[in-house]
């Protein structure tokens, strides 16, 4: 049973930083892409984040980049997302997700695999 399980998320004000973490077991994601997946009250689940399993092509969400760096470690089955400069529109739960195949797709129908979610909350 593969499992994603994320860690990290909490209350910070604005301008600070958080890192989320994303543990795979089950299987490793060694062919697989990953993304992190962002949800507000009342919005529609957006990828903020994709990498490939290789981390050589990787895809930022206008609204985060420069901001936001994802990252992996495959020797830990790790997915990490590195959040700089928070802002509070980048409040909402965030879903680590893989999905089998090696491209860096961001519409959520072609992820699989799901965690249960991390909130971040970002005050002013």
């Known amino acids: 049973q593969v499992q994603l399980v994320e860690s990290g998320g909490g209350l910070v004000q604005s301008g600070d930083s958080l890192k989320l973490s994303c543990a795979a077991s089950g299987r490793t994601f060694d062919n697989s892409a990953m993304a992190w997946f962002r949800q507000a009250p009342g919005k529609v689940r957006e990828c903020v984040a994709a990498?490939?399993?290789?981390?050589?092509?990787?895809y930022y969400a206008y609204n985060v980049k420069g901001r936001f760096t994802i990252s992996s470690d495959s020797a830990k089955n790790t997915v990490y997302l590195q959040m700089n400069s928070l802002k509070p529109e980048d409040t909402g739960t965030y879903y680590c997700?893989?999905?089998?195949?090696?491209?860096?797709?961001?519409?959520?129908?072609?992820?699989?695999?799901w965690g249960q979610g991390t909130q971040v909350t970002v005050s002013s």
């Open positions: 990498i490939s399993r290789s981390g050589n092509s990787t």
């Open positions: 997700a893989g999905r089998d195949g090696v491209a860096t797709l961001i519409a959520a129908k072609f992820y699989q695999y």
